[in-house]
């Protein structure tokens, strides 16, 4: 039951001969790839324990972003430092980029399996602790008030929650990044990328005092 999909994956490479240059294959590689990674994700929406008592609704797969994603992050966040929350940090790659920026950044990852990952990975990496911590918690339960800079790559029907609990809790210099998915009702700062890797800054306090002005958008 503990199967890591890296070891699905080796087992894998085990089961399909390697193909080395032979281009159907590859394309057969990365299909099964991504349907792996998908199974692997609806298999930790019932299995991890925390997660049950996650609302149907606001309940987030696995899903890592691609390297484009997570440098488009980063182009957004140039010029600040301090304290970031990653929601929802998967294998920690958003987080490792951030501690390498400069940041103090924290994840947030309610799969035990994820957050040990994540912490072995910036152990190997000679990230100094302190940089890059990992936090196995609901990120829905936790107060962010001490995080100016949070990134978020989540799914589309949680973003307008998520909007109102960050305008709760967040201080008014925070700048939030949103990975794909952007906020509904809310004025974007900026934009990097198209597609699927697109991404979205918002600073809170342009989003306050737009919301004032449109006090019958909910948000
Ligand atoms: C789409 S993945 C993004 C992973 C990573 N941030 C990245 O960009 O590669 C979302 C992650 O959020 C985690 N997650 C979902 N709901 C959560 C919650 N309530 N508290 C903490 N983590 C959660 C999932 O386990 C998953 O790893
Ligand atoms: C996040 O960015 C702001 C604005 O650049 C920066 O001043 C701050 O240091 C960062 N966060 C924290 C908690 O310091
Ligand atoms: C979060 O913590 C801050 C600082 O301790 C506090 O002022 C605020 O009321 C808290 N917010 C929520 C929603 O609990």
Redesign the pocket.
């Known amino acids: 039951m503990e199967d890591s999909i890296e070891v699905i994956l080796q087992d894998y490479d085990r089961v399909l001969p390697k193909a080395g240059s032979n281009r159907p294959h590859h394309v057969l590689s990365a299909c099964l790839g991504t349907l792996f990674t998908g199974l692997y994700g609806l298999w930790s929406l019932f299995v991890v324990p925390g997660f049950r008592k996650v609302p149907w609704s606001l309940k987030v797969p696995y899903l890592p972003s691609s390297k484009d994603q997570t440098l488009n992050i980063m182009k957004l966040l140039e010029g600040r430092t301090g304290r970031l929350a990653d929601l929802g940090s998967g294998d920690g790659r958003v987080v490792l980029a951030a501690s390498s920026a400069g940041f103090q950044s924290t994840g947030f990852e309610i799969n035990s399996f994820l957050v040990a990952y994540a912490r072995s990975k910036a152990h190997w990496t000679g990230v100094p602790s302190g940089q890059a911590t990992f936090v196995q918690k609901d990120f829905w339960n936790t ?4 995080y100016n800079n949070v990134t978020a790559f989540l799914a589309p029907g949680v973003m307008e929650v998520l909007g109102e ?1 960050l305008l ?2 967040l201080p008014d210099d925070a700048r939030v990044i949103a990975c794909r998915f952007p906020f509904p009702n809310w004025p974007q700062q900026s934009s990097v990328g198209s597609g699927l890797d697109q991404t979205f800054a918002y600073d809170i306090s342009s989003v306050r005092s737009h919301l004032r002005k449109v006090p019958n958008t909910v948000s």
Not at 143 to 146: A, E, I, R, W
Request: net charge positive; proline share 0%.
């Open positions: 107060n962010l008030s001490t609990k709760k809790e």
